[in-house]
């Protein structure tokens, strides 16, 4: 479904403005695509997603459109609005509301069209299937906002490696606030802190506490990555550490 920017800038206002904190449990399900009985082995790097360096932020900051850059910063100026608003923070879980079912990644490489796939799906109850998005995304996290954008109204904005209180802010306002998933992607995982080693994969982001202190995500290696459920929680503090941008 293909809407005008215009409309997508309006529905962040709206949705920033009024939107309300969605404390409900979401029911989550996860869909696996993989062969019967094919896993990745723990001891398997991951490589699905490219992490840009710091100058190719840049070029890609400075590759924006004028209206682009103006809707990025009237978005973050609301987020930071609304994640410090003065209200109680009692450790309790904010979820986006409904069901949401994440879906496998069908190829090794495939996490970033998985994380579209399921983001869509929960949004509008479709989307291209994850070897079209691929022809179109590949593995830039840099194309997940133009692509999300020009598919549903909410504005999603790119952010490179924020620090844990920034990360925690945008993805709270996104999630509390507007009610709609989140992506994330990281880098430099072991199986100490996590399930998989990977220097680059992508995340959907479907909960996090009010105060901050865990993140729940939707995992396209969920029963592909040996032991990787499709669900699960990390101490923000954790995935701070291995954070490399997200998409909020």
Not at 52 to 75: M, N, V
Not at 209 to 214: A, G, I, P
Request: proline letters at 4%.
């Amino acid at each position: 479904m293909k809407v005008k920017r215009l409309l997508a800038v309006a529905a962040v206002a709206a949705s920033m403005v009024f939107g309300s904190m969605n404390v409900f449990a979401t029911e989550l399900k996860g869909v696996g695509s993989t062969k019967e009985g094919e896993r990745i082995s723990p001891n398997t790097v991951i490589t699905g997603e490219t992490v840009p360096t710091p100058e190719e932020y840049e070029a890609y900051l400075q590759g924006l459109s004028a209206y682009d850059r103006q809707q990025i910063a009237a978005k973050e100026a609301a987020a930071t609005r609304y994640a410090k608003r003065a209200i109680s923070r009692s450790g309790t879980k904010i979820s986006i509301p409904g069901t949401f079912t994440m879906y496998q990644q069908e190829e090794k490489s495939y996490c970033i069209p998985a994380t579209l796939q399921s983001m869509l799906m929960y949004i509008n109850g479709d989307s291209p299937d994850q070897s079209k998005i691929a022809e179109e995304v590949g593995t830039s996290s840099f194309k997940i906002p133009a692509y999300l954008n020009a598919r549903q109204s909410f504005y999603y904005v790119y952010v490179s490696a924020p620090d844990q209180e920034d990360m925690c802010e945008k993805l709270y306002s996104t999630i509390a606030g507007s009610g709609m998933p989140a992506s994330m992607g990281i880098s430099g995982t072991t199986t100490k802190d996590w399930y998989y080693t990977t220097r680059g994969h992508s995340l959907v982001v479907n909960a996090i506490y009010d105060d901050y202190s865990k993140i729940q995500f939707g995992d396209p290696l969920g029963d592909y990555a040996d032991g990787c459920p499709y669900f699960y929680e990390k101490d923000a503090s954790t995935v701070s550490k291995y954070c490399t941008r997200i998409v909020y």
